[in-house]
T-cell receptor
C-alpha cells in the first residue's frame, strides 16, 4: 500500500516569496493533517481536514498561510509571503476517519533565506 | 489548554538495557486520546500506539509496553532489552476528542552497542 506522498522534498526561497507544498494521503483516509516541525521541536498542527471540511485550523497563521483539500483527496499548503521563521519541515499526515492513528509523509524541508 | 510534557530531553543506554520514556499530559476534556510516535534518523514519523481516555489497560507489543495512569496523567513507554535500531526521537501526543492535536517536545534515545 502506498504511503503519504509529499512534494517537493526540499525547497529554498527568499523571504517575502511564496511557496506551495503538495500532499497526497493514503487511499481511503478521510482525515488529512498539516504540521510544522521546527528543528529540535515536536510537530505543531497547522490544519486538520475531514474530507473537504476544516476540523481545526486554530494554529494556522492565516495572514500568510492557507490550505485547501481538493475534492477531499489531495491537499496544498501555501505560504505567502514567507518569513525567516517559517524555515521548518512541513509534514503531511492522514488517517481513517475517527481513527486518529496518523501516518506521516516524508515531509518538505523549507529553508527561507 | 492541553499540554504534553516530556521531561527527558535525551537518554543514552547500552544495548539490552531497559528504558522508560516519560510522558505527562494536561487536559480538561474527559474524552481524549494519547499517542506515541517514533522519529528515526531518516525523519519520517512512525505511529506506535493510540490509547483513549476510557481505556486504562496497559499494553504490551513485543519489546514495547505502555503504562497509562489517569490518576497521575501519565502515559509512559518502556522498551525492554533495547536495541541500536531503537535509537530515535520519541514523541508523546494528545488529542482532545479527535481534534487539537498537541505533540510533546520529544525524547532523543540513543542506544549504544
Amino acid at each position: 500500500e502506498a504511503g503519504v506522498a509529499q512534494s517537493p522534498r526540499y525547497k529554498i526561497i527568499e523571504k517575502r516569496q511564496s511557496v506551495a507544498f503538495w500532499c497526497n494521503p493514503i487511499s481511503g483516509h478521510a482525515t488529512l493533517y498539516w504540521y510544522q516541525q521546527i528543528l529540535g521541536q515536536g510537530p505543531k498542527l497547522l490544519i486538520q481536514f475531514q474530507n473537504n471540511g476544516v476540523v481545526d485550523d486554530s494554529q494556522l497563521p492565516k495572514d500568510r498561510f492557507s490550505a485547501e483539500r481538493l475534492k477531499g483527496v489531495d491537499s496544498t499548503l501555501k505560504i505567502q509571503p514567507a518569513k525567516l521563521e517559517d524555515s521548518a519541515v512541513y509534514l503531511c499526515a492522514s488517517s481513517f476517519i475517527w481513527s486518529y492513528e496518523q501516518y506521516f509523509g516524508p515531509g518538505t524541508r523549507l529553508t527561507v533565506t | 489548554a492541553q499540554k504534553v510534557t516530556q521531561a527527558q530531553t535525551e537518554i543514552s543506554v547500552v544495548e539490552k538495557e531497559d528504558v522508560t520514556l516519560d510522558c505527562v499530559y494536561e487536559t480538561r476534556d474527559t474524552t481524549y486520546y494519547l499517542f506515541w510516535y517514533k522519529q528515526p534518523p531518516s525523519g519520517e514519523l512512525v505511529f506506535l500506539i493510540r490509547r483513549n481516555s476510557f481505556d486504562e489497560q496497559n499494553e504490551i507489543s513485543g519489546r514495547y509496553s505502555w503504562n497509562f495512569q489517569k490518576s497521575t496523567s501519565s502515559f509512559n513507554f518502556t522498551i525492554t532489552a533495547s536495541q541500536v535500531v531503537d535509537s530515535a526521537v520519541y514523541f508523546c501526543a494528545l488529542s482532545e476528542a479527535g481534534q487539537n492535536f498537541v505533540f510533546g517536545p520529544g525524547t532523543r534515545l540513543s542506544v549504544l552497542p
